[in-house]
């Protein structure tokens, strides 16, 4: 079981150390998923902790995805300087390629602001913390609160708890801030990213992953789907409420990508916020299949994620063929993304299998 520590002292602490904490900092024993290709889901990981733990960014409004290390940022902030600051905090984040900031400028009408002492804030969030079961295996505490800045420490058992922990003390009534020094993995295990067998609600409940798990799902079966390009769809979940952002080609995809979503298990809600953006007139440049798999078998080649793996590509009629086997699910996913955003794939047939590298081979 975690715990909670708090002292009278702490409470008070400087607001120093904030300064020099830094969203999912990394314990020197443990390798960053960093050092290799980053996948998408730990980008998304690293941007979300990065917006909460921002100065001037209200995090809760923003939806993040990434897809082939573009960043997408959706929602609605209050000001330009909330929407540049929190694409500033995006840009930080390694490993991402570009930053699509999409965020609406939504002026906020004012409210009472909340004020509550800092020690009874520390109470609230430390309350808050030990109320979420998914955070049952980690051990964070409040290690001071100043002015309405909450800066937590310990340790999270898991990449997924500690972006879990971070977005719970976000939402607490009377919190300006989050920083962390937080001890936590650096690199997601795959259980994290998919969980095999029926959906179970009380699992999911205690799982900080459960989130990760459907937007995984979401996004492999969307891959599979031969209905639309789906390079431009994003997709984010929280507590199981399932955000799409980005664009389709037409009402018909819309509703065809709104559909798919609706099967996976877990999903609660669905907020369709997809835009219809009709292709361009001009004629499309035909893209021969032996150029679509040259080009395929090069940008699988260059993804060092995907280094494990063994991947034969077919392209027949501008349909790619995938086979072979991927080290883990976080690999079969990257591998479906980087074959379908090629230029002429018009559909994708899925036949991966993850097979975790057998001893003596590298692991990630």
Do not use: C
């Not at 976000?170 to 920083?179: E, F, H, L, P």
């Not at 979940?237 to 819309?254: E, I, P, Q, W, Y």
């Not at 979503?261 to 369709?272: L, P, S, Y």
């Amino acid at each position: 079981m975690r715990s909670f520590l708090l002292s009278a002292a702490a409470v008070f602490l400087l607001i120093a150390p904030l300064a020099r904490a830094q969203a999912l900092d990394l314990p020197s024993d443990e390798s960053s998923e960093s050092d290799e290709s980053p996948s998408d889901a730990w980008i998304t990981t690293k941007v979300k902790a990065a917006l909460i733990t921002a100065e001037d960014v209200p995090a809760t409004r923003v939806h993040v995805d990434t897809v082939d290390g573009l960043v997408t940022l959706h929602g609605s902030v209050g000001t330009a300087s909330e929407k540049a600051n929190a694409e500033a905090a995006a840009r930080g984040v390694q490993g991402m390629r570009e930053v699509r900031n999409l965020l609406q400028v939504v002026p906020a009408k004012a409210k009472a602001a909340i004020e509550v002492s800092d020690e009874a804030l520390a109470k609230a969030v430390s309350d808050t913390l030990t109320a979420d079961a998914a955070l049952a295996d980690s051990r964070i505490a409040v290690l001071s609160v100043n002015k309405g800045v909450v800066l937590l420490t310990g340790s999270a058992k898991t990449l997924s708890d500690h972006l879990r922990a971070l977005e719970d003390v976000s939402q607490v009534d009377g919190v300006k801030r989050v920083a962390s020094q937080i001890k936590s993995p650096d690199s997601f295990v795959d259980s994290e990213l998919w969980h095999d067998g029926k959906y179970d609600l009380d699992l999911s409940q205690r799982s900080a992953a459960s989130d990760l798990w459907i937007t995984t799902a979401v996004k492999l079966r969307l891959l599979s789907a031969n209905y639309t390009p789906v390079y431009g769809i994003n997709v984010d979940t929280r507590r199981g409420n399932v955000t799409l952002f980005g664009v389709v080609d037409s009402k018909l995809a819309k509703e065809a990508v709104v559909a798919e979503t609706r099967k996976v298990e877990g999903v609660r809600e669905i907020v369709d916020a997809l835009q219809i953006v009709p292709p361009e007139k001009e004629a499309a440049v035909a893209e021969t299949d032996e150029a679509i798999l040259a080009a395929i078998s090069k940008r699988i080649g260059a993804n060092r994620q995907l280094s494990d793996a063994h991947i034969v590509s077919e392209v027949k009629n501008g349909i790619a063929r995938l086979s072979g086997d991927v080290a883990s699910q976080g690999d079969h996913l990257t591998a479906l993304t980087v074959t379908r955003a090629t230029q002429g794939v018009r559909g994708l047939v899925d036949e991966l299998k993850v097979e975790p590298p057998k001893r003596g081979r590298n692991q990630k």
